[in-house]
């Protein structure tokens, strides 16, 4: 709206007495915490992309000789490991945080402390599973690490265990941050904020976070399992003892395809904020792209068994797990065609952030019809193990997931950083970024087709797929200098781009409605919502036609019209009807009480990190060094948990 | 008066949308993955019943083929049931414990029973007792198992009873430390009904544990 001078920046904040790093050590702040998770995501992506790129190089032509088989197992493994669990989700994490408070109009998350620690465990986890690299002692047994192959007997060496052990911190992360954003979401939301009013992207978090704190649970017990096999000798996976090799593959994937949905659903929601916004139109119908969602939680628990139709589970599961799964697609189908309807009739900016968004609709929907090839068992028999499957998951997860987050990250940049990217470079990573991707993974239908097994880290020359892998090499060194661009793009437009004001994009949604970047109380009133597009209400009424409005959630409003005391005396109240904040004032002016940083929650955090550092010392035999690092990991935890607990979050007022 | 106006400052703090503190609404979603992983467990151990290949076992008397000893099935179901009523009973006292604290305040009911009822710091310390009674009576079996022959690497009933039973056992440890810790802080300086939110989520999660081995005792040690 207004036009804004002066350059924006964070640190308005007189509140806060600490500086530089350390700042960043004890920040409480959820605007903070996303941009750790920002930034360590896109550092993670960057080592998952050169670890394809090699791979890539390896395979480009027949008898590649650049890395050795181990090499390879490990690059292919670190790689999808990285991705999942390093680069989407915490991309992912980054949204949560940055925009669930403002998008429900919150001054911060429910436990502001405990999304520090999640912060820290997944950096400290992420450095965990990933250093070994280094010292040619990378977890190499898959994404999916299949027992028996992962035990002791046929893995011997440390590179397992600091998957298992990697992958157990990440859940700890995980599952800290699914607990506070639901709680937020649930709790904290503004008067008015109904559920059915929330903004998309908040609806799509609100269905992962329950599928972590449904879905982690049994990886951390099949985790356990293998720990407890790998290190003490147990008899889950040994097949020796009558064991049921199966167990793992049916505990990994009840965890692994709601993680699915876990990486797909928030770059769902990002693009459902996107395509109104360029579309200057609302949502087409909100309610069932909500419901939708839920459909695809729910049935997410029900589909696992696809992921092993080439096991022999017998005619009656199979048939079962392939009609849950696609059963699946009506709900995603649903969404796809809310999308295009939403588009329909509107007038249409194609931005950055409104090509990304596009691009995720048509790419996921190439990597949905791919997924319902292989709902069919027969069908599945033929694909399975496959490069077919590796072309279906990159179009849903790159071509999905990475498309709806880049379209995210443009979007919201102003808001984040007060300025916008650069379009020029935006739209020449966009179109770089998306023939490089079809370039590499279209190719890959038909080597899987023509029967190129996944993993292997070299083949035969005359098999029919030198030219579709020669194709996918030279995508995949095309996709490295585009997401270089957009890495100059992100890091030069902090500084220098274009000055973004509070609304640069005319959205609709509570976050726009307050300064760029936010301030560190978010809201100096909280606003009292009466529809789900409020800053259209007030900008574009003529929009808001068709979309009901009441008063509905006021009257527990009214409680906290109780006035607060301001620092200066003055007296302010805390809530007011929906209203544009441009102003920018610090929380103790406005006698709005701010969570105290603390570092205590890095310090049990890495009593975490310690504790889980001791088990492959003990594997390797030194078992005074492993039990002084747990007795000291575990002074480190509970000592600093007890003073976190017991140190009251904000000052006394 | 100066606390009371201290007090009214902080609507902000205590308005949530359910009206719920935000810490109850994450305990009873942390107990809802709590259930998905004890599920995990419980499925497991029940997958492998019967499944193994060498003794002991739970139900059965096993022959040792090489020795030809005979070892007798090896739950001993009417211990645990005294563990198991413990257990329960500590449940009724973590009630009794956190009426305690909420009525703090309130004018005490007459006599001694009275009195007794609204001792949280005697229904926390009885929570703790119990807890590490039934802790005790799973040391003496897991001890008495062990030389019975039956270790944790022993079969496919070994690995998946002690992980199965050691984890809620862990979970059980958890919570009478949490609970001691209350007691402390009561000691210190008395639970005051502000801070029965603290207690309430103990309580939960400690009623949630109960539960657990309500359904631990039935499917392992009563169902043959």
Known sequence: ?653 | MAHTAAESHAPTHHYTTTGLDNRKVAIWMFIGSECMLFASLISTYLIYKGKNLVGPLPHEAWTNPQTGQVMPAILDIPVTSVSTFVLLMSSLSMVLALAAVENRGKPVPPGLGGRILSSSKLWLFMTCLMGAIFLGFQAYEFTSFVHEGLTIRRNLFGSSFFTLTGFHGAHVTAGVIWLGTLLAIDMKRGLQPKDAVWVDIAALYWHFVDVVWIAIFTLVYLIQ
Do not use: C
């Not at chain 1, 997944?122 to 035990?151: R, S, V």
């Not at chain 1, 060194?477 to 270089?484: D, R």
């Open chain 1, 1 to 653: 709206m207004a036009t804004v001078a002066a350059s924006p920046t964070y640190t308005d904040s007189a509140g806060s007495h600490r500086t530089g790093i350390m700042d960043w050590l004890t920040t409480v702040d959820h605007k903070k915490i996303g941009t750790l998770y920002l930034h360590t995501a896109l550092f993670f992506f960057l080592v998952g992309g050169v670890e394809a790129v090699i791979m890539r190089a390896q395979l480009m032509g027949p008898n590649g000789t650049l890395v050795s088989a181990e090499v390879f197992n490990q690059l292919f493994t670190m790689h999808g490991t990285t991705m999942v669990f390093l680069v989407i989700m915490p991309l992912s994490a980054a949204f949560f945080n940055f925009l669930i408070p403002l998008q429900i109009g919150a001054r911060d998350v429910a436990f502001p402390r405990l999304n520090a620690f999640s912060y820290w465990v997944y950096l400290f986890g992420g450095l965990f599973i990933t250093i070994p690299i280094f010292f040619n002692a990378a977890p190499d047994g898959g994404w999916f690490a299949y027992t028996p192959l992962t035990g002791r007997e046929y893995s011997p060496g440390q590179n397992l265990n600091f998957w298992v052990l990697g992958i157990q911190i990440l859940g700890i992360s995980s599952l800290a941050a699914a607990f506070n954003f639901a709680t937020t979401i649930i709790n904290m939301r503004a008067p008015g904020m109904t559920l059915m009013r929330m903004p998309m992207f908040t609806w799509m978090s609100f269905v992962v976070q329950w599928l972590i704190i449904l879905a982690f649970p049994v990886i951390t017990i099949a985790l356990f399992f293998m720990q407890f096999d790998r290190f003490f000798g147990t008899n889950f996976y040994a097949v020796s003892a009558g064991a049921d090799p199966l167990l793992w593959q049916h505990l990994f994937w009840i965890f692994g395809h709601p993680e699915v949905y876990i990486l797909i659903l928030p770059a769902f929601g990002l693009v459902s904020e996107v395509l109104p916004t360029y579309s200057r139109k609302p949502l087409f119908g909100y309610a069932v792209v909500a419901y939708s969602g839920i459909l695809i939680g729910f049935l997410g628990f029900g589909v696992w068994a696809h992921h092993m139709f080439a096991v022999g589970m017998g005619p009656i599961a199979d048939t079962v797990f392939g009609v849950t799964t696609m059963l699946i697609a009506i709900p995603t189908g649903v969404k796809i065609f809310n999308w295009i309807f939403t588009m329909w009739g509107g007038s249409i900016r194609f931005t950055t952030a409104m090509k990304f968004a596009i691009a995720l609709i048509a790419m996921f929907t190439i990597g949905g019809i791919s997924g319902i090839t292989h709902a069919a068992p027969p069908s599945d028999m033929q694909q399975t193990d496959t490069y077919y499957i590796v072309a279906h998951f990159h179009y849903v997860l790159y071509g999905g997931a990475i498309m709806g987050i880049f379209a995210g990250l443009y979007h919201y940049f102003p808001k984040w950083y007060g300025r916008k990217m650069d379009e020029r470079l935006g739209t020449w990573h966009f179109w770089l970024n998306f023939i490089a991707f079809n370039l590499t993974f279209f190719p890959m239908h038909f080597a899987g087709m023509l029967g190129m097994p996944r993993r292997i880290y070299t083949y035969d020359a005359g098999q029919g797929w030198e030219l579709f892998n020669r194709l996918s090499s030279y995508g995949a060194f095309l996709m490295a200098p585009a997401f270089l661009i957009f890495l100059w793009n992100f890091f030069r437009s902090k500084t220098r781009g274009e000055v973004a004001g509070d609304n640069p994009w005319d959205a609709a949604t509570l976050e726009w409605s307050i300064p760029s970047p936010p301030p560190e109380y978010n809201f100096a009133q909280i606003p009292m919502v009466t529809s789900r597009y409020p800053l259209w209400d007030i900008t574009h009424p003529e929009r808001m036609a068709g979309i009901p409005h009441s008063a509905e959630g006021w009257d527990d409003a009214k409680q906290r019209t109780g006035e607060h005391v301001t620092s200066g005396g003055k007296h302010e109240a805390d809530v007011a009807p929906m209203h544009i904040e441009s102003e920018r004032r610090s929380a103790k002016e406005l006698g709005i009480p701010m969570p105290n940083p603390t570092i205590k929650p890095l310090w049990v955090a890495a009593g975490i990190l310690v504790l889980f550092s001791s088990l492959p010392v003990m594997y390797a035999g030194k078992n005074m060094i492993a039990f002084a690092m747990m007795a000291i990991g575990g002074s480190m935890f509970v000592g600093f948990l007890y003073a976190w607990l017991t140190t009251p979050m904000e000052d006394a007022h």
